[in-house]
Every structure is written in structure tokens, then in C-alpha cells.
T-cell receptor, first 112, second 111 residues
Framework: DAGVIQSPRHEVTEMGQEVTLRCKPI?????LFWYRQTMMRGLELLIY????????DSGMPEDRFSAKMPNASFSTLKIQPSEPRDSAVYFC??????????FGPGTRLTVL | QQPVQSPQAVILREGEDAVINCSSS?????VHWYRQKHGEAPVFLMI?????EQKGHDKISASFNEKKQQSSLYLTASQLSYSGTYFC????????????FGAGTRLAVHP
């Protein structure tokens, strides 16, 4: 069984560019979470969806960040324009009805 | 709202025991424990849902004291594979389990 799939695994971009991170949750899971992890701020919840509907986006740092879940098997997190302080590892996780969360391998983003 | 984990770091010899604590200033619905190895994603260990509940899994167990709003993770007879950073994630209501993670406790087990 495939776990949560994220792409790309690494992304290096220049300040001002648009970045799109992708996530495919585990089939059958109905909740999807986007996290950001840095040394300074730890593991922060950015936004989560239930049945493809955004439930809480209070963790999204600013308007430059947006997330969508057009269907049960795909979600994107977009940063436009990107800034150096956005450099972090971004994790996507999915769960079934609020139980254990399964994390994807993460996307390491570096904004120069 | 972020739970407070203690200690921040632990160094053990193989076979020694450790306790990691997670405290919240707000009433908890559930506590989740995860372990993350360097360069990898967090991996689920266990969920505690009821006050006073204790769960175990191999030589790792945990308790949840609802009144004190805290949970403890017990690692018994530690193995080298236990090394990593342990996070507690706290949920304040049921439903979708929005988790707020603590800062983590780094555990290093040496031979």
C-alpha cells in the first residue's frame, strides 16, 4: 500500500518565484493536513481539510500561501511570491476520521 | 496553546529507561505521540483518548492524566532504534483532530 506521496521532494527557487507543492493522500482517508517544519518554529499546522473542504486555515502565515483540495486524492500548497523565510520542510499528512496521521516524506524547500 | 515538552533532550545508554512529559495549559481531548528520525517524516506511536488511559506498544507506553492536562511517554529498556525526536500532539476537541505539536524531545541512545 502506497503511503502519502509528496512532490517534489526538493525544491530550490529564487525569491519572488511561485512554488507549488503537491500531495496525494492515502486512498480512503478523509482528512488532509499541511505542516511546515523549521528549527526555529518546530512543526506547525498550516491548514487542514476534511472531505476536501478546508476546515481551519488559521495557521497559514499570510496571503502569499494558499491551499486547495480539488478532489479526495490530490492537494496543493502554493506560495506566491516565495521569500527566503519560507524555506522549510513541508509535510502533508492524511488520516481517517481524525485518527492517527500518516505523514508523507516531505518537501524540502529552499528559497534563495 | 502549544504544549510544553520536557526534557528538551535526553541521552541514554542502551537498556536505560526514560520518561518524556507533555503538558497543556488548556483542557485536552486527546494526545498523540510521534517519533521522527533525522531527515525523515514523523511516525505515529499512539493516541490517548481518555483521562488516565495508559497504552503500550512493545516497551513504549504512555499515560494521559486528564485532570492535570498532561501525558507522559515511557521508554523502557531503550534500544538504539529509539533514538530520534519525540513529539506530542494535542487536540482540544474531537472531530478532525487538529493537532498542536510540542517543540519535541531529542532522545539519543548510545551502546
Amino acid at each position: 500500500d502506497a503511503g502519502v506521496i509528496q512532490s517534489p521532494r526538493h525544491e530550490v527557487t529564487e525569491m519572488g518565484q511561485e512554488v507549488t507543492l503537491r500531495c496525494k493522500p492515502i486512498s480512503g482517508h478523509n482528512s488532509l493536513f499541511w505542516y511546515r517544519q523549521t528549527m526555529m518554529r518546530g512543526l506547525e499546522l498550516l491548514i487542514y481539510f476534511n472531505n476536501n473542504v478546508p476546515i481551519d486555515d488559521s495557521g497559514m502565515p499570510e496571503d502569499r500561501f494558499s491551499a486547495k483540495m480539488p478532489n479526495a486524492s490530490f492537494s496543493t500548497l502554493k506560495i506566491q511570491p516565495s521569500e527566503p523565510r519560507d524555506s522549510a520542510v513541508y509535510f502533508c499528512a492524511s488520516s481517517l476520521s481524525g485518527n492517527e496521521q500518516f505523514f508523507g516524506p516531505g518537501t524540502r524547500l529552499t528559497v534563495l | 496553546q502549544q504544549p510544553v515538552q520536557s526534557p528538551q533532550a535526553v541521552i541514554l545508554r542502551e537498556g536505560e529507561d526514560a520518561v518524556i512529559n507533555c503538558s497543556s495549559s488548556k483542557a485536552l481531548y486527546s494526545v498523540h505521540w510521534y517519533r521522527q528520525k533525522h531527515g525523515e517524516a514523523p511516525v505515529f506511536l499512539m493516541i490517548l483518548l481518555k483521562g488516565g488511559e495508559q497504552k503500550g506498544h512493545d516497551k513504549i507506553s504512555a499515560s494521559f492524566n486528564e485532570k492535570k492536562q498532561q501525558s507522559s511517554l515511557y521508554l523502557t529498556a531503550s534500544q538504539l532504534s529509539y533514538s530520534g525526536t519525540y513529539f506530542c500532539g494535542t487536540a482540544f476537541s474531537g472531530g478532525y483532530n487538529k493537532l498542536i505539536f510540542g517543540a519535541g524531545t531529542r532522545l539519543a541512545v548510545h551502546p
